[in-house]
């Protein structure tokens, strides 16, 4: 029989996706919360216990701690008691000793202005009422394992009990939780023979009925299906290195000579991580080329190209490592076939930094552009500087940069930022007239035009006419050229066919 919650999801799914999300976000945010509030084996102050655990849930913004406090941690106590909820001791105490939070001045953190607070460091020295305050590298040994296995144990329930599917249970926590990754797709990186060790570890140690794994986190294990290593878990993996449907965060269509795709992760707006990168630059290093004759990148949803980089999503990198970033950008800017950047929405940050890796840019009038990084202390780092200077010039690169503000797409039309800034309702007629011409051109032609002109804008001029003259000779040679004096001569369309 259904339960409830099934019957409920069930209808929402019908009728509205936002309300599917908001009703998986009360089945798995409480999860968490608790979670945290219960892990104070070892630890002597509960409250720095909470401040611990905020620090190394890098994975969502903001933490539950900081969002208990603002929303009221009486609100919670109140919505756990009143749904018969079990209520962690801690919340219990807080509530007792009127600490609510920001209201009151004092709650998990600490936000009265005085000079010293009376919850302690560790280490016996007071700390200011400055509220969260803490770093990443604070996180200490807090046992982050245990907070996510029991949030995939109740996803492995909800996807089990014919709840939701996975892509359902990741879509609600992206969307009502703001994890950058779907709990999911995060136990299926963390291994599922992982997850359903540490559970079964904890349900023997404590007892405790909350970490008696589900049946079908159990199964998974046992058929062998653990997870991306294993090509199988919550979700199945092409283990095909050259399959185009093997990627998470894009999706990837050939049909045609046309290669289309689209940035996946429209709960995030798109934003550029880690993971999406290695993906990109993945797909356009191993492609068939001889397959393709132009490429069209765009993001999913109707909000963002991409909006910027996604910080969470670098959560952990080192300073060394996000000096490669570059690469990515570069493998599609080097693509031997022309690419073209259709955009809807936000192109900020990271977002632009991959349109301007592309060779054309198309954009709908209601779009805008900017690399506001300057805003958070940093720049560019993706290609952005040098590509905007190139584009736009020193006076108009260096406005964008250094103001870190946002232009509309008339104005990016005008700076010769994008190629075409038109009406949405023109928009997919406009690119399919570019798209048309990419593929029908000459591919040998067009490769060898590419290359002239990215590397002789960064050569001589005597240098660049040299390389333009050497690849004017050498496409005299190709059948391309013989097809298409032909069919200027008989006035016909050329077939070109990249011989």
């Known amino acids: 029989m259904c339960s409830d919650l099934q019957w409920l999801l069930y209808y929402e799914r019908l009728v509205d ?41 890098v ?186 449907d093997s990627y998470h965060n894009i999706n990837v269509e050939l049909d045609d000579g046309v290669l289309a795709i689209e940035l996946d992760r429209p709960s995030r707006m798109n934003a550029i991580s880690g993971d999406l990168l290695e993906e990109i630059d993945d797909l356009f290093s191993t492609v068939d080329t001889d397959d393709v004759r132009c490429v069209t990148i765009e993001g999913v949803g109707n909000r963002a190209f991409s909006a910027g980089a996604d910080i969470g999503g670098f959560g952990g990198t080192e300073p060394t490592d996000m000096m490669d970033v570059t690469p990515a950008f570069e493998t599609v800017n080097d693509f031997p076939r022309p690419v073209v950047a259709k955009i809807d929405g936000y192109c900020l940050e990271a977002g632009l930094e991959l349109a301007l890796a592309c060779d054309l840019r198309l954009a709908t009038e209601r779009s805008s552009f900017g690399a506001p990084e300057i805003g958070l202390g940093l720049i560019p780092g993706g290609g952005g500087t040098q590509r905007l200077m190139r584009v736009l010039g020193e006076t108009r690169a260096k406005e964008l940069v250094f103001r870190g503000n946002h232009i509309e797409a008339e104005r990016a039309e005008q700076w010769g930022l994008v190629n075409r800034a038109v009406a949405r309702e023109e928009f997919d007629d406009v690119v399919a007239e570019f798209v048309d011409d990419l593929h029908n051109g000459p591919p040998i032609g067009l490769k060898v035009a590419k290359k002239v002109m990215n590397e002789g804008q960064d050569a001589s001029l005597e240098a660049a006419l040299a390389m333009e003259s050497q690849g004017f000779g050498l496409l005299f040679t190709t059948e391309d050229m013989r097809e298409g004096t032909a069919a200027f001569a008989e006035d016909r369309e050329p077939a070109f066919d990249g011989q």
């Open 59 to 244: 994975i969502r913004r903001p933490p539950p701690g900081e969002l208990a406090d603002l929303t009221g941690i009486d609100v919670g106590y109140h919505v756990r008691k009143e749904g018969g909820s079990p209520i962690p001791p801690i919340t219990e105490e807080k509530v007792e000793a009127e600490e609510l939070g920001q209201k009151t001045g004092k709650g998990f953190y600490d936000y009265e202005a005085r000079e010293t607070s009376e919850t302690s460091q560790a280490d016996g020295e007071a700390v200011d009422g400055d509220g969260a305050d803490y770093q990443p590298e604070d996180a200490g040994d807090f046992d982050w394992l245990r907070v996510q296995a029991r949030m995939i144990n109740r996803a492995a329930f909800l996807v089990g009990e014919g709840v939701a599917k996975p892509e359902e249970v990741d879509t609600g926590v992206q969307f009502g939780l703001g994890f950058p990754e779907g709990i999911c797709r995060r136990a299926d990186k963390i291994g599922l023979d992982t997850v359903l060790e540490k559970l079964e570890t904890l349900h023997e140690e404590t007892g405790a009925d909350r970490f008696e794994p589900h049946s079908h986190l159990a199964e998974l294990v046992k058929a062998g299906t653990t997870g991306e290593d294993a090509g199988q878990g919550f979700y199945e993996y092409d283990t095909d290195d050259e399959g185009l």
């Open 17 to 57: 996706e936002d309300a599917l999300a908001t009703h998986l976000t009360d089945e798995l945010g409480p999860v968490e919360a608790y979670e945290i509030s219960r892990h104070q084996e070892g630890h002597s102050n509960e409250t720095l216990f909470v401040t611990w655990g905020d620090r190394d849930l």
